[in-house]
């Protein structure tokens, strides 16, 4: 088993050398041995692959030259498994005749390395086939799925096997994969009309990897080439024909940001960005983002599944919402008329379920209600997965949108700072969602970050809000990482910088996120803040006075989640 | 330092609202740091560091005053093909430098952020892109970047290129030297010439680039006997002027002036006194604005930085008869291309051959293709016994370096050196 993280290695000829390619798609565990030789800032889907590689199960890697971050796992593999068959192609940039002749000598050049390390032989016929198969193959763009299936395109950086297996559950078929691993490579995309296939047995063996390497460097290009113009032609043609966008970049990956940037200004085509770092234990938070954007896309293009009716005729409608945070677990029952009947808000436990059942019994008892008085309970909030006893789950996105347009509606733009997540959500008149934006893999800007530097100042995250205010000196904290400001904040305080200054220092550098978040999805008055950090008068004043706005906080800002829950339970009973 | 961070406030307060007042004012900031530094130098500033300095801030003010001989490139590109063509050079790295001098980077890079860009792209591209977003660079004549030795180049040039539409040139450099690949670089280089004969409407001259190359060997010469002088002789300097020596090897090299300079430095160092101090081959960029590795190292005879490697790039002279060969093969030769295997061996040899006690690299934010050969290369070099510090930080954003950090591990490094000088003596 050779593996390989390009589409522009040469898989076909690998197959006729008898070698096994193997598309990696790593999720690692931990970043342990890479972290070891490499760096931490070095791009996680490259330290997941060195990961993989300690599995053993390889008998070595084909790579290019594609990346930094490619070249420098390169450098470490060869320095970590001198036996096995560690090998780089130089990949150019351009695609012109000297290039497509500089690419084929170094297809030619892997050839022979892995026939001297493995022995095998050259098949002629194999590669031929192959190749002639993928010059058939149609092009990058393909038909939707089942009637009624949403259609997404995936650009971007290289992503993981539990990325698209996710895009799939959430009902979402792919209509074209613009990523630098590529599921589906057109290399017919060089020759345009033309038979290139019936003529290959023709060819001399140069000749063919001539052929060949024209082929490989004529696909639809990836970021790090010179001339990106026909991926911008290929874009302009698919994306009016796909639902949305799942625009996924990886951390520590910088490449697919400049297109993330510049397509935002081009397309009105819903456009999620995910950010992944091949680690195992951010499945959730992609999960989160992605059904949320299924669930929007849906609501655009009419096709919400049908509500499950649990109506009880004769008596009066409860609806009981839950949202289960990673901070707070937040209960509402409405009735029939969205009145609010109860509400309120616990500390989530160690475990979320626990909470959740917690929370459902006293804003029952609260009510005056029973369970069976409930006519509908909806769980949303990152645990709504583990309520196991709700009747539907919602992502919070979308329960924020409705609970923002219930208590103002006027309200345009949500920034919700949760424990776990911040976002930025822009709603349409009705409430519904029209573009969110979240938070990268890491906690700055979100609640997690408030928690640890009121722990290093040692005041209570309720003090830090009104102690921020007594502020009289502009003191600066990276906006960059949760622990590199944590171990900024420690030498501030060692130059005995007052907390007051520091406190604000953090809520500007929070403010600085938030702003950044809400820039993504367009500044849109009216502003809401919600979660929990909305209560913090520190961070409101830092954002407001970033935004040059107001920002509307509803009396309980903590509930908006779970009362948007109620009342997309209450509209399924319709 | 406090007047340019005043200053820096004032400028960064009208980025929002008025950006051409703000380009105003680092034109003028730049324009009197140049008077500044011809009339006012630094007392303990040696003459050769004193020219640097003055035209290192003049070229990138003049550059900025007439934009149409302005070129955008990045700190390796073929900057003799630009000077054939009268076009002043202005590099990502040398403006964002510049940019961070005026304390105004905090506000660039957050531009940056809330465009879109990747906050873990490398901060010179950050602050340029946000200089760029906020409409502070002025428009140049032509663009041109090497694909060596960062991702970053190709994607921001792009980026900047396409925004302003004016022309780019990507010179792709292969990673393998092999005759195929020295052609292939040719090629570029040919197409980059027409691209800016196009843009400039002048014809290229090869005799002048003949000329430049001329001054370039001689530039090299100089240089390396100043080092050989250096290896006795304390010349001193600070964090900045090693940077600052980044425009004569990079993108002055082949000038009159970056002639002149290195002359100069050649037949001064020798009046200085004997060198006693602990010797460190510094690895990437300096980040001149750190400032416990500032007060270690700024005129200092008890630590100093003896040769570094981004300076040493390249140190074989150029064939006048084939000049585009030759400089097709500076570029893939360049130690930052290829495999890290050989940045080991060079490095390894000019520690030993400028007498370092030990080595420090310094892992600038956003760099991988640096950082992320860091632990292999302090590994490589621990087998052959030479100790390397490895530093985290970032040459631009004074926010994101934890001066604390760095001090504890520098100071527990020159302890090291401390203990192993006492050790063999």
């Known amino acids: ?354 909470s959740a059942h917690r929370a459902c019994e006293e804003v029952l008892e609260q009510a005056g209600l029973k369970r069976e008085d409930i006519a509908k309970l909806v769980a949303t909030g990152y645990g709504r997965v583990s309520v196991d006893f709700a009747d539907a789950d919602i992502t919070e996105i979308t329960c924020h949108a409705r609970g923002a347009h219930y208590f103002n509606p006027s309200v345009r733009t949500i920034l919700d700072i949760g424990g776990q997540d911040s976002k930025a959500i822009r709603l349409n008149a009705d409430g519904t969602v029209a573009d969110f934006a979240m938070n990268d893999k890491c906690a700055a800007g979100t609640g997690r970050f408030l928690e640890a530097m009121a722990r290093t100042l040692e005041v209570g995250i309720d003090e830090l809000g009104p102690l921020s205010q007594q502020s009289t000196n502009k003191v600066q904290i990276t906006s960059m990482c949760t622990v590199f400001a944590e171990s900024e904040v420690i030498s501030l305080i060692a130059d005995n910088v007052d907390k007051a200054d520091i406190a604000a220092g953090v809520h500007r550098a929070i403010a600085g996120k938030a702003y950044g978040l809400m820039h993504r999805v367009g500044l849109e008055p009216v502003y809401m803040m919600t979660g929990g950090v909305a209560k913090n008068p520190g961070v409101v004043a830092a954002v407001e006075e970033r935004l040059g706005a107001t920002l509307y906080i509803c009396p309980e800002p903590e509930i908006v989640g779970a009362v948007g829950a109620t009342l997309l339970g209450l509209d399924s009973l319709a | 330092m406090e007047v340019a961070r005043t200053y820096g406030g004032v400028v960064a307060s009208q980025l929002d609202d008025h950006p051409n007042r703000a380009a105003a004012l680092i034109n003028f900031g730049l324009k009197a740091e140049s008077f500044r530094t011809g009339h006012l130098p630094d007392k303990p500033m040696p003459a050769a560091y004193r020219y640097l300095n003055h035209m290192a801030i003049k070229s990138v003010a003049d550059a900025l005053k007439h934009p149409e001989t302005l070129a955008w490139t990045n700190i390796f590109a073929p900057v003799e093909l630009l000077q054939c063509f009268d076009l002043e050079c202005v590099s990502v790295e040398a403006l964002s430098s510049y940019f961070s001098g005026f304390w105004i980077e905090d506000s660039l890079l957050d531009r940056s952020d809330a465009a879109g860009f990747a906050p873990t792209l490398c901060s010179y591209h950050r602050t340029f892109l946000g200089g760029f977003e906020s409409g502070i660079i002025p428009e140049a004549k032509a663009a041109i970047t090497t694909s060596l030795a960062c991702d970053g180049n190709v994607n921001t040039f792009r980026h900047i290129a396409t925004q302003s539409h004016i022309p780019l040139f990507v010179i792709d450099v292969p990673y393998q030297k092999t005759e195929e690949a020295t052609r292939y670089v040719v090629r570029q280089l040919r197409e980059a010439i027409a691209l800016l004969e196009q843009a400039t409407g002048k014809k290229f001259d090869i005799d002048r680039l003949r000329e430049a190359i001329r001054r370039e060997n001689r530039s090299k010469q100089h240089y390396l006997s100043f080092l050989e002088k250096r290896r006795k002789h304390l010349y001193p300097a600070t964090l900045t002027l090693t940077e600052f020596t980044l425009f004569a090897t990079h993108l002055s090299i082949g000038s009159e002036w970056a002639e002149k300079f290195f002359e100069m430095l050649d037949s001064d160092v020798e009046k200085y006194p004997v060198d006693t101090s602990h010797r460190i081959f510094w690895v990437h960029v300096t980040p001149y604005a750190e400032p416990a590795l500032a007060s270690y190292f700024n005129y200092s005879d008890v630590y100093s930085i003896a040769a570094d490697d981004f300076n040493l790039d390249f140190t074989g002279q150029l064939d006048e008869n084939h000049p585009l060969e030759a400089l097709a093969e500076k570029l893939i030769d360049n130690v930052y291309n290829g495999p890290l295997s050989r940045k080991v061996d060079i490095v390894a040899r000019e520690i030993e051959h400028y007498d370092c006690e030990g080595a420090i690299e310094f892992c600038h934010w956003g760099c991988r293709q640096s950082a992320g050969g860091a632990q292999l290369l302090r590994s490589k070099l621990r087998d052959r016994g030479i100790p390397m510090l490895v530093l985290d930080g970032d040459a631009v954003d004074r926010r994101n370096n934890q001066d604390g950090q760095i001090r504890t591990r520098l100071e527990a490094f020159f302890e090291l050196l401390d203990g192993r000088k006492g050790g063999t003596a």
């Open chain 1, 1 to 354: 088993m050779i593996g390989y993280v390009c589409k522009y290695a040469p898989i076909e000829l690998l197959h006729a050398l008898g070698a096994d390619p193997v598309r990696i798609e790593p999720l690692a565990v931990s970043f342990d041995a890479a972290d070891a030789c490499m760096h931490p800032n070095v791009c996680s889907f490259a330290k997941a692959v060195l990961e993989e590689m300690e599995t053993g199960s390889y008998e070595g890697i084909v790579l290019t030259s594609c990346c930094d971050s490619m070249r420098r796992l390169y450098d470490a593999l060869v320095d970590r498994f001198p036996e096995k068959f560690v090998y780089i192609l130089d990949l150019p940039r351009h695609t012109d005749r000297e290039a497509c002749s500089l690419y084929a000598g170094q297809i030619r050049a892997l050839a022979r390395a892995y026939q001297e390390f493995s022995g095998a032989e050259f098949n002629r016929g194999c590669l031929i086939e192959l190749f002639a198969d993928g010059l058939r193959t149609p092009g990058q763009l393909r038909a939707n799925g089942r009637p009624g299936q949403l259609s997404v395109g995936i650009i971007g950086a290289r992503y993981n096997a539990a990325v698209g297996k996710l895009v799939e559950q959430c009902g979402m078929s792919v209509a074209f994969d613009l990523t630098c691993v590529g599921q589906n490579r057109d290399l017919s995309a060089a020759f345009g009309d033309g038979d290139v296939a019936s003529e290959l047995p023709e060819l001399n063996d140069n000749e063919l990897i001539e052929v060949y390497s024209e082929a490989l460097l004529g696909q639809i290009p990836c970021m790090r080439m010179a001339d990106i113009s026909r991926r911008e032609a290929f874009l302009k043609k698919a994306l009016p024909q796909v639902d949305g966008v799942i625009y996924h970049t990886v951390k520590f990956c910088d490449m697919y940001a400049y297109e993330f940037a510049s397509l935002r200004k081009l397309t009105d085509v819903p456009m999620l960005k995910i950010e992944t770092d091949a680690l195992r234990q951010s499945a959730g938070q992609v999960r989160t983002r992605v059904e949320a954007f299924a669930e929007s896309l849906r609501e655009e293009k009419g096709l919400m599944p049908a509500p499950s009716l649990i109506h009880r005729k004769g008596t009066a409608v409860y609806v009981l919402g839950i949202d289960s945070g990673s901070t707070s677990t937040n209960a509402v029952v409405i009735d029939g008329e969205q009145n609010i009947v109860s509400s309120l808000v616990i500390r989530t436990g160690a475990r979320s379920i626990d």
